[in-house]
């Protein structure tokens, strides 16, 4: 196993794991113990993982033939493309990783439909997948679910990993949560700490997806937090429009165009292939952005940070359970829930462009969310315009 998929949940670092109710709802707690790591390599560590897997899969194929026609490992795409930069990306890196290593054969499967895809067509994935030979599956995003319930009933001998995912109860599948709440309060906090007091948020799904609510709203928090320490105000667009289908679009781009040009210096594209729409209109208007899920400081000049979720890591860390005898820590009633004590959340200090917010001031607050010291609210729905101090926060 190469080193990013042994770090993520070593003997040395924290998991957290809780149980999750049915409802398609996750809930989140705060990530148990300390890390037994210092932050520094804590931090060192993720984000040179992070690079292994980018620099790595980057160089493996996204399809292949199989000598007989079966294929081993499958992954099953959330909406939005394959390469989104993002999401689809990031979780499909971790399997082309595992299978690259360990001589196993792999495929990607769509759904059908692309954003109007139903859990019909998501199940058809899934069975494709599953009698195209798929010992295990890895399904991204929350809107799998009721698709994955009935492909794990009707499969019991193939193991399932529900990436953004909730318990369903089944011995065959296991899900994986994070604490996207911890990543944007780190980008928050850093942008304002950098300078900038004109901030947007562009989110995916429609308001409807949890991992992008939190995110959202740790981002509305880390931005409070440092505003408070700087006794300034801050000002902040936030906005779920055009954001449904995760796409990019000639209508998110206008209104990202809109925000810059009326003063918005930095927005949080919080939702794969909007990326591209958002980034497009910071570049030409002298704008900057924050990526999301992974490091996406290559995909465009005009990103300052990204705030990742080891989307790729879990993904690889979840397969090599179900190889090694150990899937039955996983599966079943319990949620894996990773956050910044599993190395699983942050901030990548190797490539982001920050000038007057420090890598040391960084890791100090880090090892603050680690331990505890600073604690970061996950009920999403309090993130309202009017319960910030030291943020005027628009919802559009």
């Known amino acids: 196993m190469r080193k990013f998929g042994a770090i993520l949940l070593s003997a040395a670092m924290v998991m957290s794991l809780v149980a999750c109710g049915g409802s398609g709802k996750t809930e989140t707690t705060a990530a148990a113990g300390a890390a037994e790591e210092t932050t520094a390599e804590a931090t060192e560590a993720a984000e040179e993982t992070e690079a292994e897997v980018a620099k790595s899969a980057d160089d493996i194929p996204d399809t292949m033939t199989s000598e007989d026609g079966t294929y081993e490992l499958a992954f099953v795409t959330d909406v939005g493309q394959l390469k989104d930069k993002s999401f689809n990306q990031g979780t499909y890196d971790g399997v082309k990783l595992y299978a690259d290593e360990n001589g196993l054969s792999y495929k990607y499967y769509q759904p059908a439909n692309g954003s109007e895809a139903t859990d019909d067509d998501r199940y058809d994935a899934m069975k494709a997948a599953a009698e195209g030979g798929a010992k295990v599956v890895v399904c991204a995003g929350f809107m799998q679910g009721t698709a994955l319930d009935k492909a794990a009933a009707d499969y019991p001998d193939v193991n399932f990993v529900f990436i953004d995912g909730w318990s369903l109860g089944k011995d065959n599948v296991a899900a994986i949560i994070f604490h ?9 906090y850093a942008a304002v700490k950098e300078g900038f007091t004109q901030l947007g948020f562009m989110g995916g799904g429609g308001g409807t997806n949890d991992a992008c609510c939190r995110y959202g709203y740790g981002f ?7 505003a408070k320490e700087m006794d300034e105000t801050v000002e ?16 998110l781009q206008a209104m990202a165009a809109g925000w810059y040009e009326a003063g918005t210096e930095v927005i949080f594209a919080c939702g794969g292939s909007m990326f591209d729409s958002i980034a497009a209109a910071a570049s030409a208007n002298d704008g900057y952005v924050i990526g999301v899920d992974s490091d996406q400081s290559g995909e465009s000049d005009t990103v300052i940070t990204s705030a990742l979720k080891q989307v790729g890591n879990a993904a690889y860390w979840a397969i090599s359970k179900a190889y090694d005898g150990t899937w039955n820590e996983i599966n079943g009633e319990a949620c894996s829930n990773l956050g910044a004590a599993d190395g699983a959340t942050g901030l990548p200090t190797a490539t982001w462009s920050m000038e007057n917010y420090s890598v040391e001031e960084y890791e100090e607050q880090f090892d603050a969310v680690v331990t505890g010291d600073i604690e970061i609210d996950t009920d999403f729905t309090k993130c309202t315009d009017d319960n910030f101090d030291n943020v005027n926060l628009s919802i559009i």
């Open 236 to 251: 902040m667009k936030y906005s779920w429009q055009y954001g449904a289908s995760f796409q990019a679009s000639p209508e």
């Open 220 to 226: 509305v928090q880390g931005a409070n937090a440092a």
């Open 180 to 188: 996207e709440e911890q990543c944007g309060y780190f980008a928050g």
